[in-house]
């Protein structure tokens, strides 16, 4: 199983979501940045056109629309279920930097089922 935040685990990560439905508007440019990680801050980015995750790699994306930041317990909270992410937002445990109209273009993705199973899975499949 891909331990949690590595390439591994974005991989497993890309190829769950291959199968999701198309989101027409559902199109971001985002850079991930996790703090307080067992191994050090942790960057990563994604690029999903259409609720299409295209791009899900370690490290920087200088062509970013926008940047998420949280800690590790925020993130270990989202990841595992615990916390939703956009209640984590609502209650400023996630710093945007850059336009919030490209985070909401991924709520209609976010919310949805296929996309909570995704997560489910990926859970069941990564080494906390």
Do not use: C
């Not at 199983?1 to 890309?14: A, C, F, G, I, K």
């Not at 990680?37 to 056109?49: C, E, F, L, S």
């Not at 615990?82 to 710093?95: C, H, I, P, S, T």
Request: charged content about 20%; glycine content about 8%.
């Amino acid at each position: 199983m891909p331990t949690y935040l590595s390439q591994e685990w974005l991989d497993l990560q890309r190829a769950l979501a291959e199968g999701l439905p198309e989101r027409p508007g559902a199109t971001a440019r985002v850079q991930l940045v996790i703090t307080g990680a067992p191994g050090g801050d942790v960057r990563y980015h994604q690029t999903t056109v259409d609720g299409r995750l295209l791009d899900l790699e370690l490290g920087d994306d200088p062509d970013a629309e926008v940047t998420l930041t949280h800690t590790y317990a925020v993130a270990m909270d989202i990841a595992t279920g615990a916390l939703d992410a956009n209640a984590a937002f609502m209650q400023g445990r996630v710093k945007i930097v850059g336009p919030m109209g490209a985070v909401m273009a991924l709520i209609p993705l976010t919310q949805s089922a296929e996309y909570s199973d995704v997560l489910a899975t990926l859970t069941a499949q990564t080494t906390y």
